[in-house]
Every structure is written in structure tokens, then in C-alpha cells.
């Protein structure tokens, strides 16, 4: 399920960056990267000890902004 949140972020952000001025681009980028980071914290915090944890699988970001 995790990797489907990352994957809707990323679609989201490849059909609003061509869109935005090099300013609003970096903030969306900045904002991308903390609600990928939170998530990463709920669902560790979720899955706790299960071996699951998102954090271990993490990749960068794919968007295209």
C-alpha cells in the first residue's frame, strides 16, 4: 500500500510541475518530500517490528518536476 501513496505523490506532481515557476516547483518538491517522510513515519509506526517497514524499501522520488 505504501508504495501506491508514493506512486499517486508522484503522479500528482508529474501533471502540476510542468505547470509551476521555478519557486513554486522548489516548494512542491520540498512539501513531496516531507509528506513522503511522514508517511514513511506512519507506517513504520503502523507496521512496527512486522519487517514491512517502508523506511527499509524507501527509493528517491521519480517525479519529473
Not at 13 to 36: E, H, I, V
Amino acid at each position: 500500500y505504501f508504495e501506491s501513496v508514493v506512486a499517486f505523490l508522484n503522479d500528482q506532481l508529474n501533471k502540476t510541475g510542468p505547470t509551476l515557476d521555478d519557486m513554486a516547483r522548489a516548494n512542491c518538491l520540498s512539501c513531496f518530500r516531507k509528506a513522503t517522510e511522514l508517511e514513511v513515519r506512519f507506517f513504520d509506526a503502523a507496521w512496527g517490528s512486522q519487517n514491512r517497514s517502508p523506511s527499509a524499501r524507501i527509493a528517491q522520488p521519480m517525479h519529473r518536476c
